[in-house]
């Protein structure tokens, strides 16, 4: 059966044979296998056949449709042929690309035919609109309008479809624009002279209400010149919306009864009357505009959205940003503030220190600078209800850190001055000189308070408005914006950089950043020029402390000039004790009760004792090195020398108000005191004692016994001194003061 197959077939019935019968139940299956083949054999013929037929039917629809095609192609031969035909006769022309040509240009001019009559029909419409709105522009306002509206209605679809048509209508929207513009001036005026009339028989800007008939008619005319304004106002307000939200058109009723606003204004202040005076400031406009403003969003909440971008930002952004009036503004403001400032520095009694202005246990500044901080707290009030963030920072940096600097600059110059005055050559200079200032005592001390008291006034008002919401905005506000835009180099604040910003107010701008803020870091606006002020008033403090103890020191010398202290004798016996101070140290208590006295009503208690606590201290070392240390004592010697030195204490508790009772200036001096002590132990003590140094009540050992005890060695010293209460002095220190007694010396 094979040998009638290819070799490939017979391979390939072969495989399939002998993958069928691989066994002996496979050979007896065969009949199933030859009966499913032939049942395939059966279905694949019936395909084939269903193939034939498919392949019959496409074919004879193929010849079909191109013999379908090729009639048609004849058709419209002969059509084509029939068309030419009648071109050629209708054209009389002899060639069909001529006809073709003649038939286009009739097909053109028929055409321009038509738009020429579309445009005289617009044209006599746009005729009769005007007609009409002239002749029922008196009689008849409402329909007046009605007409003039369809006019516009033409003008504005016109001058949009130029775009469109590229153009094509120039002229028509010439004309339409011209008759527009003539018949809006016609009726523009008319209305606008109606409402005018209505304006004067109100009397208007009038106090009082006028009568209702005139409001109703006053009325009817808003609503006509409204009504008028309409189609400009859709117009321009999407044109608006298009390129800047802010511009929006004037209503004509309000253009109309703001003209003699507008007269007036210029009567009063753009000519030579007496309201128009440069030494005023024209920032009473601005902050009424302000008010306005205000009183429109709080009151009446217009404009409903202020965060909207395309709502109204008021009449103050009008004027200083959009007419871009701020910059003339804020130098009017500047120049009205620096005049005042200076009238407060020219004024006689602005250098004199105010007892009154202030709290009476606070620091007195001078009334100069109680003024300029009134002057600076108005400017504030002034600026506040400005909604821009660089025209408040504008106005902090140009006009209140600016007279800050300035009275800043006048203190420390003051200062310089005293400190001149006082040197050697000053001092030389001023005594051949005539009609210098008094710089001695009380009178040079009220040179320094009068520049202390300022300094630390204002460097404490400086803080407080640190911490006035309104300065934390701005100092915020102007973190946030650091933070924003240091990486792109732009200003922070106008044309302002970081830099610039941050020399006048705090150096923590410059070096904030994001993490910076996360961290909480501090500062304030007012930083830099705080912290030149604290350093004034830690300068001049520091010249006030100098200053006295370099008095008392000089007062000190003819007590230092005595010599009878070891030669001292009570006038009965030994445990007599001296009840008044040495005659030599009279000029040093007169000193310190003048001195103190005055600072007692001009500092605060802080920087009252600061100074008490440095001339004590300068006192005791001056005692301690020049008297103690360089005499020799009796007991009674030792005594008059506590007894001073108690009174000088007495005398600084006194003039600095310290409470009976309370033991200040001897606690300060507590070396001093404690040496004293040692010195004054007497030979013969007495068997309890409850005097001696703190609140403990220590055994008082003889003067023997303690030089036994304390000449043995460095630990008998320490439980001397401890006994005694003793412990501001060294073991040397000790046997240094017990060996100023004569006995002790012999």
């Given at each position: 059966m094979t040998e009638h197959l290819s070799a490939e077939d017979a391979t390939r019935l072969v495989d399939f044979v002998n993958d069928k019968i691989q066994s002996l139940e496979d050979l007896l299956s065969l009949d199933t296998l030859l009966n499913s083949l032939q049942e395939q054999q059966d279905l694949q013929r019936q395909q084939l056949r269903e193939a034939e037929e498919i392949l019959k039917s496409a074919t004879k629809a193929s010849n079909e449709h191109a013999e379908a095609v090729r009639k048609e192609a004849e058709a419209f031969s002969k059509h084509q042929a029939d068309i030419d035909r009648r071109l050629l006769i209708v054209t009389q022309s002899e060639h069909s690309d001529e006809a073709v040509r003649k038939f286009e240009d009739s097909i053109a001019r028929l055409q321009r035919l038509d738009v020429s009559q579309g445009y005289l029909e617009l044209l006599n419409s746009i005729d009769h609109l005007n007609k009409d709105v002239i002749k029922k522009m008196k009689t008849s306002p409402h329909d007046a309008l009605r007409s003039y509206a369809q006019l516009r209605s033409i003008e504005i679809s016109i001058s949009s479809g130029q775009e469109r048509v590229e153009g094509a209508t120039p002229h028509l929207l010439d004309y339409v624009k011209g008759v527009s513009e003539t018949l809006r001036g016609l009726v523009y005026g008319e209305y606008i002279g109606k409402l005018q009339n209505v304006l004067d028989k109100m009397k208007w800007p009038m106090k009082e209400l006028p009568s209702e008939p005139l409001i109703d008619e006053w009325m009817r005319w808003c609503d006509l010149l409204l009504e008028f304004q309409e189609p400009d106002l859709i117009n321009d307000t999407v044109e608006a919306h298009l390129k800047d939200c802010s511009v929006l058109p004037i209503l004509l009723p309000l253009e109309v009864m703001a003209q003699p606003l507008e007269l007036r204004f210029k009567y009063h202040f753009s000519g030579d009357r007496p309201t128009n005076r440069l030494d005023k400031a024209f920032s009473h406009l601005i902050h009424e505009l302000m008010n306005f403003d205000n009183e429109l969003k709080l009151s009446w909440s217009y404009p409903s959205n202020p965060a909207q971008e395309s709502a109204w930002k008021g009449l103050t952004w009008e004027i200083l940003v959009k007419e871009n009036w701020f910059s003339e503004w804020l130098q009017v403001e500047k120049n009205f503030a620096l005049a005042r400032y200076q009238n407060i520095i020219d004024a006689e009694d602005g250098g004199e220190i105010d007892y009154d202005g202030v709290a009476p246990t606070a620091t007195k500044p001078t009334k100069a600078a109680l003024r300029v901080n009134d002057l600076l707290e108005n400017i504030t009030e002034l600026y506040r209800p400005l909604s821009s963030f660089s025209q408040k920072l504008r106005f902090l940096i140009d006009i209140q850190i600016t007279i800050f600097?300035?009275?800043?600059?006048?203190?420390?110059?003051?200062?310089?001055?005293?400190?001149?005055?006082?040197?050697?050559?000053?001092?030389?200079?001023?005594?051949?000189?005539?009609?210098?200032?008094?710089?001695?005592?009380?009178?040079?001390?009220?040179?320094?308070?009068?520049?202390?008291?300022?300094?630390?006034?204002?460097?404490?008002?400086?803080?407080?408005?640190?911490?006035?919401?309104?300065?934390?905005?701005?100092?915020?506000?102007?973190?946030?914006?650091?933070?924003?835009?240091?990486?792109?180099?732009?200003?922070?604040?106008?044309?302002?950089?970081?830099?610039?910003?941050?020399?006048?107010?705090?150096?923590?701008?410059?070096?904030?950043?994001?993490?910076?803020?996360?961290?909480?870091?501090?500062?304030?606006?007012?930083?830099?020029?705080?912290?030149?002020?604290?350093?004034?008033?830690?300068?001049?403090?520091?010249?006030?402390?100098?200053?006295?103890?370099?008095?008392?020191?000089?007062?000190?010398?003819?007590?230092?000039?005595?010599?009878?202290?070891?030669?001292?004798?009570?006038?009965?016996?030994?445990?007599?004790?001296?009840?008044?101070?040495?005659?030599?140290?009279?000029?040093?208590?007169?000193?310190?009760?003048?001195?103190?006295?005055?600072?007692?009503?001009?500092?605060?208690?802080?920087?009252?004792?600061?100074?008490?606590?440095?001339?004590?201290?300068?006192?005791?070392?001056?005692?301690?090195?020049?008297?103690?240390?360089?005499?020799?004592?009796?007991?009674?010697?030792?005594?008059?020398?506590?007894?001073?030195?108690?009174?000088?204490?007495?005398?600084?508790?006194?003039?600095?108000?310290?409470?009976?009772?309370?033991?200040?200036?001897?606690?300060?001096?507590q070396k001093l005191q404690d040496g004293l002590f040692l010195l004054g132990l007497k030979i013969k003590p007495e068997n309890a004692d409850s005097s001696g140094t703190g609140d403990n009540t220590v055994r008082n050992l003889g003067l023997w016994e303690a030089e036994k005890r304390l000449f043995a060695n460095n630990e008998s010293a320490r439980s001397v001194l401890a006994e005694l209460g003793i412990n501001t002095l060294t073991e040397a220190e000790a046997r240094s003061v017990l060996e100023r007694r004569v006995e002790v010396r012999s």
């Amino acid at each position: 059966m094979t040998e009638h197959l290819s070799a490939e077939d017979a391979t390939r019935l072969v495989d399939f044979v002998n993958d069928k019968i691989q066994s002996l139940e496979d050979l007896l299956s065969l009949d199933t296998l030859l009966n499913s083949l032939q049942e395939q054999q059966d279905l694949q013929r019936q395909q084939l056949r269903e193939a034939e037929e498919i392949l019959k039917s496409a074919t004879k629809a193929s010849n079909e449709h191109a013999e379908a095609v090729r009639k048609e192609a004849e058709a419209f031969s002969k059509h084509q042929a029939d068309i030419d035909r009648r071109l050629l006769i209708v054209t009389q022309s002899e060639h069909s690309d001529e006809a073709v040509r003649k038939f286009e240009d009739s097909i053109a001019r028929l055409q321009r035919l038509d738009v020429s009559q579309g445009y005289l029909e617009l044209l006599n419409s746009i005729d009769h609109l005007n007609k009409d709105v002239i002749k029922k522009m008196k009689t008849s306002p409402h329909d007046a309008l009605r007409s003039y509206a369809q006019l516009r209605s033409i003008e504005i679809s016109i001058s949009s479809g130029q775009e469109r048509v590229e153009g094509a209508t120039p002229h028509l929207l010439d004309y339409v624009k011209g008759v527009s513009e003539t018949l809006r001036g016609l009726v523009y005026g008319e209305y606008i002279g109606k409402l005018q009339n209505v304006l004067d028989k109100m009397k208007w800007p009038m106090k009082e209400l006028p009568s209702e008939p005139l409001i109703d008619e006053w009325m009817r005319w808003c609503d006509l010149l409204l009504e008028f304004q309409e189609p400009d106002l859709i117009n321009d307000t999407v044109e608006a919306h298009l390129k800047d939200c802010s511009v929006l058109p004037i209503l004509l009723p309000l253009e109309v009864m703001a003209q003699p606003l507008e007269l007036r204004f210029k009567y009063h202040f753009s000519g030579d009357r007496p309201t128009n005076r440069l030494d005023k400031a024209f920032s009473h406009l601005i902050h009424e505009l302000m008010n306005f403003d205000n009183e429109l969003k709080l009151s009446w909440s217009y404009p409903s959205n202020p965060a909207q971008e395309s709502a109204w930002k008021g009449l103050t952004w009008e004027i200083l940003v959009k007419e871009n009036w701020f910059s003339e503004w804020l130098q009017v403001e500047k120049n009205f503030a620096l005049a005042r400032y200076q009238n407060i520095i020219d004024a006689e009694d602005g250098g004199e220190i105010d007892y009154d202005g202030v709290a009476p246990t606070a620091t007195k500044p001078t009334k100069a600078a109680l003024r300029v901080n009134d002057l600076l707290e108005n400017i504030t009030e002034l600026y506040r209800p400005l909604s821009s963030f660089s025209q408040k920072l504008r106005f902090l940096i140009d006009i209140q850190i600016t007279i800050f600097d300035l009275f800043h600059e006048r203190l420390h110059s003051g200062l310089e001055a005293y400190l001149a005055m006082t040197s050697a050559i000053g001092r030389t200079v001023q005594g051949s000189s005539t009609g210098q200032p008094n710089i001695e005592g009380v009178s040079g001390l009220e040179r320094l308070c009068r520049i202390f008291g300022s300094a630390e006034y204002l460097e404490k008002k400086m803080q407080d408005w640190g911490d006035d919401v309104f300065f934390l905005e701005l100092w915020y506000e102007l973190q946030d914006r650091v933070t924003r835009h240091s990486h792109t180099g732009k200003p922070v604040a106008g044309v302002m950089s970081v830099s610039e910003i941050a020399a006048r107010t705090s150096s923590s701008v410059a070096n904030n950043n994001k993490d910076h803020l996360e961290d909480g870091a501090e500062g304030a606006l007012f930083d830099e020029t705080a912290a030149a002020y604290r350093q004034l008033r830690m300068r001049s403090e520091s010249i006030i402390q100098s200053t006295i103890a370099s008095s008392v020191q000089t007062s000190l010398r003819p007590y230092y000039q005595v010599s009878t202290w070891a030669s001292l004798r009570s006038s009965s016996d030994e445990s007599d004790s001296p009840t008044t101070p040495s005659l030599d140290l009279v000029q040093t208590l007169r000193l310190l009760t003048a001195d103190l006295s005055f600072l007692s009503r001009t500092l605060a208690v802080a920087p009252r004792r600061r100074v008490a606590n440095h001339i004590l201290l300068a006192i005791q070392t001056y005692i301690w090195d020049s008297i103690l240390m360089r005499h020799s004592f009796s007991t009674f010697g030792a005594a008059q020398l506590s007894t001073d030195v108690a009174n000088i204490c007495d005398t600084v508790d006194a003039a600095i108000g310290v409470k009976a009772g309370e033991t200040y200036s001897a606690r300060t001096i507590q070396k001093l005191q404690d040496g004293l002590f040692l010195l004054g132990l007497k030979i013969k003590p007495e068997n309890a004692d409850s005097s001696g140094t703190g609140d403990n009540t220590v055994r008082n050992l003889g003067l023997w016994e303690a030089e036994k005890r304390l000449f043995a060695n460095n630990e008998s010293a320490r439980s001397v001194l401890a006994e005694l209460g003793i412990n501001t002095l060294t073991e040397a220190e000790a046997r240094s003061v017990l060996e100023r007694r004569v006995e002790v010396r012999s």
